[in-house]
């Protein structure tokens, strides 16, 4: 019978001393502590060779966020809820982006690039360098409805853009989407739901200011006449092109015939000669021109190839081409597969960007073989529509290096209840990048 030493009180060192005058059961012990191990492991630690996949948190969503609206079309709504913190915080700051350099091939940008810096050859060109161009689109601008009432009982039509103006203002080329008319041939429609989107001709004061160089007018609404109703044999449209043309801005998209509709605007910069096509999906026959009628540039199924033809003729005159597109369904948060097909035409032919817009929610952005990006929509810009979705946008910045797609933005804003777009905040700013970049995973790959 073995004696334990009555000085120690430890367990641990009764068991070594009684394995220590027991060899048979020391053997035991090793032999039962190595097979535990091996079954067991040492500790509560991952296998190196498998680690566990670290789960991806939630993307962070505003208090007041609405489900995303994924097969309805609501009708449009005005009254706007309470104002939020994101939108009391939104200024002309520059705001949080999410940047690309272009180096095919790119799903979404990753990098964030708090503001427009100048580059070494914007400040000190290299003359046998090509020359840095910076380009900014926006999404929707609704000239009439309460943008109209407010901007005629303060006779201030500059106050929408107050918050952005001096970010757009410093690009070289601002291009923006008008979902409306701008005539005096009728009043405004009132602040109520009304479809009617015609602004008074003073509204190009506040394009101006803004720094607006090429507006799209192939929208649906181009022909909204107010009280005189819709088309008014086109003399809303062509007071909007008369009104954008004396304020020093270039329309696109829009004439008296079709071969005016389907007419490229082109503008140089720094020797580089940028062409923009407008093009309208939505309304059909009701919206489009034709040889005697005016109205948009037509884009379906059947005018496509006619659109490809002004891609390429765009191209022999110019050496970078961009589409400016009014397509999709409403209040949906991904293209349809007509517009997936209409893109990877285009940017075939030779198209550089293609911008969307229409559904007023921001949709995701693809790029496609032949080195060319596709912005399905921007959302809404500047607009008086109320839930959330509806007033948070984008902004699309594209950085040529001479003629060739160098990097591109996506610059988040927040509409608030002035209906004017800030940048929008940090933590907003991430919300709506990181759905846009989930909603690019579920599109096909090109």
């Given at each position: 019978m073995t004696t334990l030493?009555?000085?120690?009180?430890?367990?641990?060192?009764?068991?070594?001393?009684?394995?220590?005058?027991?060899?048979?059961?020391?053997?035991?012990?090793?032999?039962?502590?190595?097979?535990?191990?091996?079954?067991?492991?040492?500790?509560?630690?991952?296998?190196?060779?498998?680690?566990?996949?670290?789960?991806?948190?939630?993307?962070?969503?505003?208090?007041?966020?609405?489900?995303?609206?994924?097969?309805?079309?609501?009708?449009?709504?005005?009254?706007?809820?309470?104002?939020?913190?994101?939108?009391?915080?939104?200024?002309?700051?520059?705001?949080?982006?999410?940047?690309?350099?272009?180096?095919?091939?790119?799903?979404?940008?990753?990098?964030?690039a708090p503001e427009y810096t100048p580059t070494s050859s914007d400040n000190d060109p290299d003359p046998t360098s090509p020359p840095m161009i910076h380009l900014l689109f926006t999404g929707d601008i609704n000239p009439g409805r309460c943008l109209a009432q407010a901007a005629l009982q303060s006779g201030d039509f500059e106050k929408p853009y107050a918050n952005v103006a001096t970010r757009l203002r410093l690009a070289d080329l601002t291009i923006g989407s008008l979902d409306g008319s701008i005539s005096d041939i009728a009043a405004p429609s009132p602040c109520e739901i009304n479809y009617n989107l015609i602004g008074p001709a003073r509204t190009v004061e506040g394009l101006s200011f803004a720094g607006f160089d090429v507006i799209t007018v192939a929208t649906n609404?181009?022909?909204?006449?107010?009280?005189?109703?819709?088309?008014?044999?086109?003399?809303?449209?062509?007071?909007?092109?008369?009104?954008?043309?004396?304020?020093?801005?270039?329309?696109?998209?829009?004439?008296?015939?079709?071969?005016?509709?389907?007419?490229?605007?082109?503008?140089?910069?720094?020797?580089?000669?940028?062409?923009?096509?407008?093009?309208?999906?939505?309304?059909?026959?009701?919206?489009?021109?034709?040889?005697?009628?005016?109205?948009?540039?037509?884009?379906?199924?059947?005018?496509l190839d006619g659109v490809i033809a002004d891609i390429l003729a765009a191209r022999a005159k110019a050496d970078v081409v961009i589409v400016l597109a009014h397509w999709g369904v409403e209040y949906t948060d991904m293209p349809q597969s007509d517009q997936e097909a209409w893109a990877k035409g285009m940017i075939a032919a030779g198209a550089d960007l293609v911008i969307g817009n229409h559904?007023?929610?921001?949709?995701?952005?693809?790029?496609?073989?032949?080195?060319?990006?596709?912005?399905?929509?921007?959302?809404?810009?500047?607009?008086?529509?109320?839930?959330?979705?509806?007033?948070?946008?984008?902004?699309?910045?594209?950085?040529?290096?001479?003629?060739?797609?160098?990097?591109?933005?996506?610059?988040p804003i927040r509409i608030n209840n002035q209906f004017q777009p800030g940048w929008a905040n940090p933590v907003e700013a991430e919300s709506i990048l990181d759905r846009i970049a989930v909603l690019g995973k579920d599109l096909p790959v090109p």
């Amino acid at each position: 019978m073995t004696t334990l030493n009555p000085e120690r009180s430890s367990l641990d060192d009764r068991i070594l001393e009684t394995l220590g005058r027991h060899t048979l059961m020391t053997g035991l012990f090793i032999f039962l502590v190595i097979l535990s191990v091996s079954f067991f492991g040492w500790g509560a630690e991952t296998d190196p060779i498998q680690p566990k996949a670290p789960i991806a948190p939630p993307p962070a969503v505003p208090q007041d966020a609405a489900p995303l609206a994924t097969t309805a079309t609501p009708a449009e709504t005005v009254a706007p809820p309470t104002a939020t913190s994101a939108e009391a915080t939104a200024s002309d700051v520059p705001p949080p982006a999410t940047q690309t350099a272009y180096q095919p091939p790119v799903t979404l940008p990753t990098s964030r690039a708090p503001e427009y810096t100048p580059t070494s050859s914007d400040n000190d060109p290299d003359p046998t360098s090509p020359p840095m161009i910076h380009l900014l689109f926006t999404g929707d601008i609704n000239p009439g409805r309460c943008l109209a009432q407010a901007a005629l009982q303060s006779g201030d039509f500059e106050k929408p853009y107050a918050n952005v103006a001096t970010r757009l203002r410093l690009a070289d080329l601002t291009i923006g989407s008008l979902d409306g008319s701008i005539s005096d041939i009728a009043a405004p429609s009132p602040c109520e739901i009304n479809y009617n989107l015609i602004g008074p001709a003073r509204t190009v004061e506040g394009l101006s200011f803004a720094g607006f160089d090429v507006i799209t007018v192939a929208t649906n609404h181009a022909m909204d006449c107010g009280s005189l109703g819709w088309r008014c044999e086109g003399k809303s449209m062509q007071d909007t092109r008369q009104n954008l043309l004396a304020a020093g801005i270039e329309p696109v998209g829009i004439g008296d015939t079709l071969a005016q509709a389907r007419a490229p605007v082109i503008l140089e910069r720094q020797g580089v000669r940028f062409a923009f096509l407008g093009v309208n999906a939505i309304s059909g026959d009701a919206t489009w021109a034709d040889e005697t009628t005016p109205g948009t540039a037509p884009l379906s199924n059947a005018s496509l190839d006619g659109v490809i033809a002004d891609i390429l003729a765009a191209r022999a005159k110019a050496d970078v081409v961009i589409v400016l597109a009014h397509w999709g369904v409403e209040y949906t948060d991904m293209p349809q597969s007509d517009q997936e097909a209409w893109a990877k035409g285009m940017i075939a032919a030779g198209a550089d960007l293609v911008i969307g817009n229409h559904p007023h929610i921001a949709q995701p952005v693809q790029v496609l073989p032949g080195q060319g990006v596709v912005a399905y929509a921007l959302g809404n810009f500047v607009f008086d529509q109320g839930t959330v979705e509806t007033k948070q946008g984008l902004v699309f910045e594209a950085d040529f290096l001479g003629s060739k797609l160098f990097a591109w933005r996506l610059l988040p804003i927040r509409i608030n209840n002035q209906f004017q777009p800030g940048w929008a905040n940090p933590v907003e700013a991430e919300s709506i990048l990181d759905r846009i970049a989930v909603l690019g995973k579920d599109l096909p790959v090109p």
